[in-house]
T-cell receptor, first 117, second 112 residues
């Protein structure tokens, strides 16, 4: 059973360009989470999605950032008009649909390291 | 607001010794706590978790202790090995399938 897959692993963009980050959850997982990690810091929650629905986007910047998890295909985190401050590692995690009272183990992918020049 | 923090930024231990990493949290509604290990250039790797209805849980060479009274979480690693060198994060969540709130991380360095 393959783990969470993310691509690309490294992405370089110039200021003003668009960045698209992809995440394929583990087989059977219907919940996807995106986190951002700045150097020497912990992960910060961005958005939580289920298939075709955004459940919690409280950590997403109001502008330039969007996320989707379509019925078919990977989850996409899209950053428009990137700025240098967007340079970070972006991690995706997935978890299965749980019964009430279940634990919330999230399995993380290897991350995409975005560098904005 | 919600916060999860760690008391020490780095920890250096002798190979074979036990390691203890501490974490404080502030959200009383959190009911699920996890320790993750992150090696350079990789994603966080699950180590052990604990629910709020427990105060101790043991895994292979690792033990997590939860003290809800003082909102404190700790990770104990027995017989620390060089392969344990990494950054360790505690994280908390309130409710199933909810977001994780991470602490800043502590670097564990194992001396040979």
């Amino acid at each position: 059973n393959a783990g969470v897959m993310q691509n690309p692993r490294h992405l370089v963009r110039r200021r003003g360009q668009e960045a698209r980050l992809r995440c394929s959850p583990m087989k059977g997982h219907s919940h996807v989470y995106w986190y951002r990690q700045l150097p020497e810091e912990g992960l910060k929650f961005m958005v939580y999605l289920q298939k075709e629905n955004i459940i919690d986007e409280s950590g997403m910047p109001k502008e330039r950032f969007s996320a989707e998890f379509p019925k078919e295909g990977p989850s996409i985190l899209r950053i428009q008009q990137v700025v240098r401050g967007d340079s970070a590692a972006y991690f995706c995690a997935s978890s299965p649909k749980l019964l009430a009272g279940g634990v919330n183990e999230q399995f993380f992918g290897p991350g995409t390291r975005l560098t904005v020049l | 607001g919600e916060s999860v923090g760690l008391h020490l930024p780095t920890l250096s231990v002798q190979e074979g010794d036990n390691s203890i990493i501490n974490c404080a949290y502030s959200n009383s509604a959190s009911d699920y706590f996890i320790w993750y290990k992150q090696e350079s250039g990789k994603g966080p790797q699950f180590i052990i978790d604990i629910r709020s209805n427990m105060d101790k849980r043991q895994g292979q060479r690792v033990t997590v202790l939860l003290n809800k009274t003082v909102k404190h979480l700790s990770l104990q690693i027995a017989a620390t090995q060089p392969g344990d060198s990494a950054v360790y994060f505690c994280a908390e969540a309130a409710g199933a399938n909810s977001k994780l709130t991470f602490g800043k991380g502590i670097t564990l360095s194992v001396r040979p």
